[in-house]
Structure formats: C-alpha cells, structure tokens
C-alpha cells in the first residue's frame, strides 16, 4: 500500500511541475493552486470509485443494464449478472490518502505564502 501511495503522490507531483514548467512565471502561489486543483480532482475521483465499490451504485447500474439490453435486443451474457461494486476494481483507499497529501502540501504552502 504504501508502495502505491507514494507512486501516486509522485505521478500528482510530476504532474504539478510540467503544468508550472508551462506557465512561465514561477511563483508559490501558483503551486498552491495547481496543487489544490490537481488534489481535489483526484479526491473526487477517489471519493467516485468508493461509491461505485461499496455497492451503492449496483441496482442503478444493473437497472441501466436491463433497460438498455432491451432497447438493442441483446441476451444476456455471463457478465450480465455481475454487479457494478465487482467490476471496479481499482483500489480507491491509495487514490484519496494521496490526494490528502497533496492537499496538505497545498495547506502548508498557502500557510508559508501568508506568514
């Protein structure tokens, strides 16, 4: 996991200093911004996987399943029955504490820039 974790971090703070490397003028507070934006796009996207994994989304998705094959006329296969909390498979507990990093990064930024 933390392997992972610190993978993620790297990828979001790569990320940071190729979108500062295009915008010429270097400043800090351009890095809490692109930090905090980049963080919290990748909370949510953490956040979205979490509901999609706990089960919340399956009978939606399975009734959008049904519907759909109906409208096009298809049969059901053997992936017809699974549900969407099985088919999401990306471990989202990595993804939001990597984006809380960047987040706190973000903070202690934002304090450095106002003392």
């Given at each position: ?22 915008q ?25 996987v ?26 059901d ?39």
């Amino acid at each position: 996991m933390f392997k992972r974790l610190l993978i993620y971090c790297m990828i979001q703070e790569i990320f940071i200093v190729l979108m500062m490397l295009l915008q010429q003028p270097f400043s800090l507070f351009q890095y809490i911004n692109l930090s905090f934006y980049i963080g919290f796009f990748t909370f949510i996207i953490g956040l979205l996987v979490y509901i999609m994994r706990s089960g919340f989304l399956d009978r939606v998705h399975d009734g959008f399943r049904k519907v759909s094959r109906k409208f096009k006329g298809e049969e059901d296969n053997e992936f017809s029955d699974t549900p969407l909390s099985e088919l999401v498979g990306i471990p989202y507990l990595d993804i939001i504490f990597s984006s809380l990093i960047i987040l706190a990064s973000s903070l202690v930024a934002l304090l450095i820039y106002y003392l």
